[in-house]
């Protein structure tokens, strides 16, 4: 099983919401990762956790807040998010923070801030 | 700096057509170099990759790269192609002095006509 699974595919929220992308797999990776996608653009690393610790947090908004409660489940919290936080955001996991290891993304999920 | 250019944004080949992508890469060692494919709506997932050895590549869905040290380049290459493949392409390197973090081009949309 290869597969990376990401809740809710599409989320709708506003500015004073508060609400929580969910990433899971059973691959038995140790290392996770949060991306932003803007349309047409490449993604862009937020976080890295690497056994459930967080590794690399890359100058992102506190406003975006990452958990990892346990090796299989990754969370990214959002709280107070404007306009331009629109985008797809994708999670992926790898073996471990091993440059040679190959990333597996999941399908995304898509966010609209109002 | 590490850095990946896709030199093309849009591609049109038609179906049953040989396909190239292009990657030009800057690297100040051995490079580690990816190709990823997002369908529309998708996440990503692995075409081939490269780290050392055998300077050409076979990865997945028949596509296969070259890696080239004299012209920084690690072109995709498909022999027919498919309707299937329409799909965004990214080229990514792995960065020099990060195991966590890996780089995308731009990216190259290919579009197929029947």
């Known amino acids: 099983d290869t597969e990376v699974t990401q809740t809710p595919k599409h989320l709708v929220m506003g500015m004073t919401n508060k609400k929580s992308l969910k990433c899971e797999q059973h691959?038995?990776?140790?290392?996770m990762y949060w991306y932003k996608q803007k349309a047409k653009k490449p993604p862009e690393l937020m976080f890295v956790y690497s056994y459930e610790k967080l590794s690399i947090n890359e100058s992102v908004p506190s406003r975006f807040s990452p958990e990892c409660p346990n090796s299989s489940l990754l969370n990214l919290h959002l709280h107070a998010l404007q306009p331009e936080d629109s985008a797809l955001y994708l999670c992926?996991?790898?073996?471990?923070?091993?440059?040679?290891?190959?990333?597996?993304f999941g399908p995304g999920t898509r966010l609209l801030v109002l | 700096a590490q850095s990946v250019t896709q030199p093309d944004i849009h591609i049109t080949v038609s179906e049953g057509a040989s396909l190239e992508l292009r990657c030009n890469y800057s690297?100040?060692?051995?490079?580690?170099l990816f190709w990823y494919v997002q369908s529309p709506g998708q996440g990503l997932q692995l075409l081939l990759k490269y780290f050392s050895g055998d300077t050409l590549v076979q990865g997945i869905k028949g596509f296969e790269a070259e890696f080239k040290r004299s012209q920084s380049s690690f072109n995709l290459r498909k022999p027919s192609v498919h309707w299937s493949d329409a799909a965004e392409y990214f080229c990514a390197v792995g960065l020099l002095n990060r195991d966590d973090k890996i780089i995308f081009g731009k990216g190259t949309r290919l579009h197929i006509l029947p």
């Open positions: 992926a996991s790898s073996r471990g923070l091993i440059k040679e290891e190959t990333q597996y």
């Open positions: 691959m038995g990776h140790r290392a």
């Open positions: 690297y100040g060692a051995t490079p580690y």
